[in-house]
């Protein structure tokens, strides 16, 4: 665990090497209720300014981060325990998709005409508007990117934006929030809340939030969107992964083995789309399996700079791994790297063929651990690969670009990516969000400016008559003619 709550106080440390952070106060119903005021107060100069403005304070919003971006990538690795490397990732990720919204807004967010079909006299169009306020929730795994990308979405659609981040990984918020307030913009445009379960329940719960984003578990999910149903709150959800990479016989084998290996144990696998199964067609199985066998016992978890991956942030999620593993049969075959006998720290972890009812196999794992299980035909790999109720992405290895389009289409994920992993993820013009247990609603792209916006059709007059056709003075008289139209028009 890389925190703990006493006294109206989070102990931030960093899990990888025990040391304390920083101690952070937890925001009170009475100031969370203030903050919100003061959000709902500057909506209404927010929301009303141009989408040209909002995208000339978010252009000196990212090129602050910029400057700030080693104090980002050092804070990350603090609060996770995560590799340099991994928070460098996150931060050049959240920086594209900063980027990448800011150019795309003016023309996403602007007025569209429409068709105003056989009442050529109409004009019509539709507009985007802000919702208004809009309550974050984001998680501990990735707290820079799934902070920054909903915040950044939701602001330059209009919104002001409340941020709760995992009380388990605060900091990266708290440096953010200090990087808004430094380009000399209003404050109460974006500000961070701080605490556990209840300060996010109450930041749903107010009638001053008009829109909730979470990122996090299923069952947290779950309650969210109940409370949300309850007050007729949009929500957007985006939830856990029981992610699938699917190999064919004439996959490219050496990218397929070093995508498996580093998509199922970047970030000690604590990715929402990390991959957990995978799937090879049983001609590949056996050197899959071998050749993966050796690559992964090079892999190691540890605190060095030596080390391949970092701790598992949280305590409850090493338990839960561990518990996976230990509840398989003891005739499993499982391959091994290596990992510090400190705490929290898992050794990269490959399971092959476990039964088909195995948690390993039905439940999200959230770490460096990755099943292997052989297939015969394309469409028992589709069976295997939506068998479990999760939606959020998939992988599909393979030279035969029929079979790969087939398999991303058959494949019941929000994304696929064929011959990658998780690379979807980083292009910032492509929405992001699951199915089923994994969720609703997109972030990024397109979908994600819209999804933070209300949608308003305006119609108007071309020309104007002293009444309409279907109005009760007019009826008698185009009675005949309207069932004419009808049958010159439709028939």
């Given at each position: 665990?890389?925190?703990?709550?006493?006294?109206?106080?989070?102990?931030?440390?960093?899990?990888?090497?025990?040391?304390?952070?920083?101690?952070?106060?937890?925001?009170?119903?009475?100031?969370?209720?203030?903050?919100?005021?003061?959000?709902?107060?500057?909506?209404?100069?927010?929301?009303?300014?141009?989408?040209?403005?909002?995208?000339?304070?978010?252009?000196?919003?990212?090129?602050?981060?910029?400057?700030?971006?080693?104090?980002?990538?050092?804070?990350?690795?603090?609060?996770?325990?995560?590799?340099?490397?991994?928070?460098?990732?996150?931060?050049?990720?959240?920086?594209?998709?900063?980027?990448?919204?800011?150019?795309?807004?003016?023309?996403?967010?602007?007025?569209?005409?429409?068709?105003?079909?056989?009442?050529?006299?109409k004009r019509s169009h539709?507009?985007?508007?802000?919702?208004?306020?809009?309550?974050?929730?984001?998680?501990?795994?990735?707290?820079?990117?799934?902070?920054?990308?909903?915040?950044?979405?939701?602001?330059?659609?209009?919104?002001?934006?409340?941020?709760?981040?995992?009380?388990?990984?605060?900091?990266?918020?708290?440096?953010?929030?200090?990087?808004?307030?430094?380009?000399?913009?209003?404050?109460?445009?974006?500000?961070?809340?701080?605490?556990?379960?209840?300060?996010?329940?109450?930041?749903?719960?107010?009638?001053n939030t008009d829109i909730?984003?979470?990122?996090?578990?299923?069952?947290?999910?779950?309650?969210?969107?109940?409370?949300?149903?309850?007050?007729?709150?949009?929500?957007?959800?985006?939830?856990?992964?029981?992610?699938?990479?699917?190999?064919?016989?004439?996959?490219?084998?050496?990218?397929?083995?070093?995508?498996?290996?580093?998509?199922?144990?970047?970030?000690?696998?604590?990715?929402?789309?990390?991959?957990?199964?995978?799937?090879?067609?049983?001609?590949?199985?056996?050197?899959?399996?071998?050749?993966?066998?050796?690559?992964?016992?090079?892999?190691?978890?540890?605190?060095?700079?030596?080390?391949?991956?970092?701790?598992?942030?949280?305590?409850?999620?090493?338990?839960?791994?561990?518990?996976?593993?230990?509840?398989?049969?003891?005739?499993?075959?499982?391959?091994?790297?290596?990992?510090?006998?400190?705490?929290?720290?898992?050794?990269?972890?490959?399971?092959?063929?476990?039964?088909?009812?195995?948690?390993?196999?039905?439940?999200?794992?959230?770490?460096?651990?990755?099943?292997?299980?052989?297939?015969?035909?394309?469409?028992?790999?589709?069976?295997?690969?939506?068998?479990?109720?999760?939606?959020?992405?998939?992988?599909?290895?393979?030279?035969?670009?029929?079979?790969?389009?087939?398999?991303?289409?058959?494949?019941?994920?929000?994304?696929?990516?064929?011959?990658?992993?998780?690379?979807?993820?980083?292009?910032?013009?492509?929405?992001?969000?699951g199915r089923g247990l994994?969720?609703?609603?997109?972030?990024?792209?397109?979908?994600?400016?819209?999804?933070?916006?209300?949608?308003?059709?305006?119609?108007?007059?071309?020309?104007?008559?002293?009444?309409?056709?279907?109005?009760?003075?007019?009826?008698?008289?185009?009675?005949?003619?309207?069932?004419?139209?009808?049958?010159?028009?439709?028939?």
């Open positions: 665990m890389s925190s703990t709550i006493a006294d109206q106080t989070i102990n931030v440390f960093n899990p990888a090497t025990r040391e304390s952070l920083a101690d952070i106060p937890i925001t009170s119903t009475d100031e969370l209720d203030g903050l919100l005021t003061h959000a709902r107060q500057s909506a209404a100069t927010w929301n009303a300014s141009s989408v040209r403005h909002r995208v000339a304070i978010l252009k000196r919003f990212r090129k602050a981060i910029v400057l700030a971006s080693e104090d980002l990538i050092q804070t990350i690795c603090n609060e996770t325990g995560k590799k340099h490397f991994e928070g460098l990732l996150e931060v050049i990720t959240s920086l594209e998709h900063l980027k990448r919204a800011a150019i795309s807004a003016p023309r996403i967010l602007k007025p569209r005409s429409r068709n105003s079909g056989f009442l050529k006299y539709i507009q985007y508007e802000p919702l208004g306020v809009a309550g974050i929730i984001s998680p501990w795994n990735y707290p820079l990117i799934l902070s920054l990308s909903p915040v950044v979405e939701a602001l330059l659609a209009g919104n002001t934006v409340v941020l709760k981040p995992s009380e388990q990984t605060p900091l990266t918020a708290k440096l953010l929030k200090k990087i808004w307030d430094s380009i000399d913009v209003n404050s109460d445009i974006f500000q961070v809340i701080n605490g556990a379960g209840e300060t996010g329940s109450h930041l749903v719960d107010s009638p909730i984003c979470f990122t996090g578990s299923t069952q947290i999910g779950r309650k969210i969107a109940e409370a949300c149903a309850r007050q007729l709150k949009p929500v957007i959800l985006e939830l856990g992964g029981k992610d699938p990479m699917v190999v064919l016989n004439d996959a490219p084998l050496e990218r397929a083995l070093q995508a498996a290996i580093w998509g199922g144990m970047s970030n000690a696998g604590q990715t929402c789309i990390s991959v957990e199964r995978i799937y090879v067609q049983k001609d590949l199985y056996s050197e899959f399996s071998h050749r993966i066998s050796d690559m992964v016992s090079n892999v190691s978890a540890g605190p060095g700079e030596s080390d391949t991956i970092g701790p598992i942030t949280i305590a409850n999620g090493y338990e839960k791994i561990i518990n996976q593993l230990n509840d398989l049969p003891e005739s499993i075959r499982i391959e091994k790297g290596k990992a510090s006998t400190e705490d929290l720290f898992i050794a990269p972890t490959v399971v092959f063929d476990p039964p088909k009812d195995s948690a390993v196999i039905c439940e999200e794992t959230f770490g460096p651990v990755i099943t292997i299980t052989p297939f015969n035909t394309i469409e028992d790999a589709i069976q295997l690969a939506n068998d479990t109720g999760y939606g959020l992405s998939a992988s599909v290895f393979t030279r035969n670009k029929t079979h790969a389009k087939y398999l991303a289409e058959k494949i019941n994920a929000g994304s696929v990516v064929i011959n990658d992993v998780l690379t979807g993820y980083g292009i910032a013009d492509l929405p992001f969000g994994s969720g609703f609603g997109r972030v990024h792209g397109e979908e994600g400016l819209k999804a933070f916006s209300h949608v308003k059709s305006i119609t108007d007059n071309r020309f104007m008559f002293k009444s309409e056709p279907w109005w009760y003075v007019n009826q008698k008289r185009v009675q005949n003619l309207l069932k004419k139209f009808i049958r010159w028009y439709y028939g």
